[in-house]
């Protein structure tokens, strides 16, 4: 792994580099870095040469300006690396909120960007459980927000949230460690910004409008996604290809970093997509 800064109207951007092949940027999800990557550097490296970026106000990079942090801004403050990377034909990701950044990027760049996939993504209101919506509502509310961020730096109230509201309970224990690190790291108010965007975003026409194959990923037991819900806008998209990795939340697991990444290389390899099926059930005597 290869470490950068590029430094763009005196904003820091760092950002990361590996592999080899056609390039692949990814954008991480809420309140993380470039290292929310790191279980798939292995695989994607072999195929594509990773770009990740630390997003404006999270990990190693500054945020921005104002009250800016929304996803046509997220992805605006990426386009001038393309530029100093020469970028002229790019694969994009995004993972979770970062799937918005990328899916505008892919918008305002459909003639670069080839292949797109997108990571349980926000993709419109309708497709996140309410009780999500509910949730980030009460805990973003001005007078509240600042109780929670206090909250949200103690590591068991952390993780018992996590557990019990967005996760579940099956997590990778040095996953849950670098993403509890990240959140130290990220800024409360890029952070705010970002998350009441994303629940807001209708991003469902900018889909619809590519012709470019595009993958989404998603848990079937995620507490944020509608999944079936999400089987339904896909079905009428023939250009999309959705799998539905069985047994899998919102949290990654070994078991779920594995069949992801049979499912991702796949698609980067132009090849049919695994069949997902429920893991095999414990035999008891």
């Known amino acids: 792994m290869n470490e950068h800064v590029a430094v763009h109207e ?7 580099t590996m592999g080899s092949g056609e390039p692949l940027l990814l954008f991480h999800g809420f309140l993380g870095s470039a290292e929310n990557f790191e279980t798939w550097f292995d695989a994607l490296a072999r195929r594509r040469t990773l770009i990740i970026p630390d997003l404006p106000g999270c990990g190693d990079s500054d945020p921005l300006p104002g009250r800016a942090h929304i996803a046509e801004a997220l992805a605006g403050a990426v386009e001038p690396l393309l530029r100093d ?3 002229q034909r790019f694969d994009v990701g995004g993972l979770c909120l970062g799937a918005s950044p990328a899916l505008e990027l892919a918008r305002r760049h459909h003639d670069s960007v080839g292949r797109l996939i997108l990571h349980t993504p926000l993709l419109d209101p309708s497709l996140v459980r309410r009780r999500f919506h509910v949730q980030v509502g009460v805990m973003t509310a001005p ?3 600042g ?8 590591r068991v109230v952390s993780d018992l949230y996590k557990r019990l509201m967005v996760e579940g309970g099956d997590v990778d ?6 993403n509890f690190r990240n959140q130290l790291r990220a800024m409360p108010r890029a952070s705010r910004e970002w998350l009441r965007d994303g629940l807001r975003r209708r991003d469902l026409d900018t889909l ?3 012709q ?9 037991e995620d507490k944020i996604i509608d999944v079936p819900a999400l089987r339904a806008v896909a079905g009428n998209l023939p250009q999309v290809q959705l ?10 697991n070994a078991d779920f970093v594995r069949r992801q990444l049979d499912v991702l290389t796949a698609f980067l390899d132009g090849a049919p997509l695994p069949e997902q099926k429920p893991a095999p059930q414990a035999v008891t005597a």
């Open 212 to 220: 470019a194959p595009t993958l989404i990923i998603a848990a079937a």
């Open 85 to 87: 990377l020469g970028l």
């Open 143 to 145: 007078g509240v927000f």
């Open 243 to 252: 799998a539905v990795i069985a047994d899998a939340g919102h949290g990654w």
């Open 208 to 210: 619809a409008a590519r």
């Open 173 to 178: 224990r040095a996953a849950a460690e670098m």
């Open 147 to 154: 109780g929670m961020l206090w909250l949200s730096r103690r």
């Open 10 to 16: 005196g904003r820091r951007l760092r950002y990361v």
